[in-house]
Antibody
Framework: EVQLVESGGGLVQPGGSLRLSCSAS????????MHWVRQAPGKGLVWVAG????????KYADSAKGRFTISRDNAKNTLCLQMNTLRVEDTAVYFC????????WGQGALVTVSS | QSALTQPRSVSGSPGQSVTISCTGT?????????VSWIQQHPGKAPKLMIY???KRPSGVPDRFSGSKSGNTASLTISGLQAEDETDYYC?????????FGGGTKLTVL
């Protein structure tokens, strides 16, 4: 069974940075698009960013452009999201998601931006 | 990157059918046959129920079906069961991004 395990969440002050990681296993990681999707407390799901199977193509939501960077290391089966200049409104659970149809989701990592 | 429009809530009795709509634009839902639906129980990771408008992943009951007409996609759940009560989200590929609906809470009466 596919496994996606997020890590790196936590409490950070506004303006700070945080790097999320997602460890993938039990599937051919290098063969699939990967995405980050977030969910603010009590709110709906919002797509954040996506990256092609070889990392050559990246796409971002307007809210993430210029602040967040999605990347991957296919040798280590790892997806990352570098988040800079964080805002209070970035507080959310961040899900690592497999595939172009968002087929399989991790359990999520909570990011709290607060002073 | 405006969100797709879903009803905030729908309800139905056990055994009945309900349909959840998902309205977008000619740039997302209307432009591509890449509409999906996920189910999310509170505190849990979402589960893919329908992809590419009407395809069901392995293991999803055939009580769940999807369709699309123009800029509006729909998820129909027939033979409602108590365990179907939860939140449902649609989303669509939109060229350079993915756009979600606001979510619909399904109540089984």
């Amino acid at each position: 069974e596919v496994q996606l395990v997020e890590s790196g969440g936590g409490l950070v002050q506004p303006g700070g940075s945080l790097r999320l990681s997602c460890s993938a296993s039990r599937f051919t990681f290098s063969g699939h698009w990967m995405h980050w999707v977030r969910q603010a407390p009590g709110k709906g799901l919002v797509w954040v960013a996506g990256i092609s199977s070889d990392g050559s193509d990246t796409k971002y939501a307007d809210s993430a452009k210029g602040r967040f960077t999605i990347s991957r290391d296919n040798a280590k089966n790892t997806l990352c999201l570098q988040m800079n200049t964080l805002r209070v409104e970035d507080t959310a659970v961040y899900f690592c998601v497999l595939g172009s149809v968002l087929a399989t989701w991790g359990q999520g990592a909570l990011v709290t931006v607060s002073s | 990157q405006s969100a797709l429009t879903q009803p905030r809530s729908v309800s139905g009795s056990p055994g009945q059918s309900v349909t959840i709509s998902c309205t977008g634009t000619s740039s997302d839902v209307g432009a591509y046959n890449y509409v999906s639906w996920i189910q999310q129980h509170p505190g849990k990771a979402p589960k893919l129920m329908i992809y590419d408008v009407s395809k069901r992943p392995s293991g999803v009951p055939d009580r769940f079906s999807g369709s699309k007409s123009g800029n509006t996609a729909s998820l129909t759940i027939s033979g409602l069961q108590a365990e179907d009560e939860t939140d449902y989200y649609c989303y669509s590929y939109a060229g350079n991004y993915v756009v979600f609906g606001g979510g619909t809470k399904l109540t089984v009466l």
